[in-house]
């Protein structure tokens, strides 16, 4: 069955550096990815979308890749704040198929 | 922010009782879905909606069932509580599914005892 695994549970960088997050699957072919973050309490709210012809996706801040071949998208979040510390879901999907979401990574930006 | 409400946002019920949570939206949007999240498992899709009266069952739908009479509301009922349906629950909802963003509701926390 599908596999979607977000590197580690909970990362800590430094405020100002680069995060990086990472999604990898097994036993799937997505179309497309998305990314979303959630703060405590409160439900996911959608980043950015990126589509298998798509190598990469920017907006803002943050940048997205997605290698099909290695079968892992990774999520850049640049000059990181504070402010951005919160849980971030990828969620791959299929035409015809609903989106399965990954467990999840927790942000944490120490001032 | 996308108008989708969830409702009650909190609630406390006895193993073996019904109950129905509510999702609303103001979008016309035409997909409307139901997830559960647990720590450890994330969040999983119980079931889902394509249509008026047009609905589909998620990863996890044994215990759940669902009905959207109208494009706004889209009702989830526990016919009979269980200890293990103890969870908060998410509503989303989104344009044409599949590539298209999805918009989360605030979430129900629902608590079995």
């Known amino acids: 069955s599908q596999k979607i695994e977000q590197n580690s549970e909970a990362l800590n960088i430094q405020e100002g550096k680069t995060a990086t997050l990472t999604c990898n699957y097994t036993?799937?072919?997505?179309?497309?990815l998305q990314w979303y973050r959630q703060d405590p309490g409160r439900g996911p709210v959608f980043l950015l979308l990126?589509?298998?012809?798509?190598k990469e996706k920017r907006k803002e801040r943050l940048k997205v890749t997605f290698d099909t071949t290695l079968k892992q998208s990774l999520f850049h979040i640049t000059a990181s704040q504070p402010a951005d510390s919160a849980t971030y879901l990828c969620?791959?999907?299929?035409?015809?198929?609903?989106?399965?979401f990954g467990p999840g990574t927790r942000l944490s930006v120490l001032p | 922010d996308a108008g989708i409400t969830q409702s009650p946002r909190h609630k406390v019920t006895e193993t073996g009782t019904p109950v129905t949570l509510r999702c609303h939206q103001t979008?016309?949007?035409?997909?409307m879905y139901w997830y559960r999240q647990d720590p450890g498992h994330g969040l999983r899709l119980i079931h889902y909606?394509?249509?008026?009266?047009?609905?589909d069952k998620g990863e996890v739908s044994d215990g759940y069932s669902v009905s959207r009479s109208k494009t706004e509301d889209f009702l989830l009922t526990l016919e009979s509580a269980t200890s293990s349906q103890t969870s908060v629950y998410f509503c989303?909802?989104?344009?044409?599914?599949?590539?298209?963003?999805?918009?989360f509701g605030q979430g129900t926390r629902l608590t079995v005892v």
């Open positions: 989303a909802i989104s344009e044409r599914g599949q590539d298209t963003e999805a918009f």
């Open positions: 036993n799937y072919s997505p179309a497309y």
């Open positions: 990126i589509r298998e012809n798509e």
């Open positions: 969620a791959l999907g299929n035409y015809g198929q609903n989106f399965v």
């Open positions: 979008e016309n949007h035409r997909y």
């Open positions: 909606s394509y249509g008026v009266k047009d609905t």
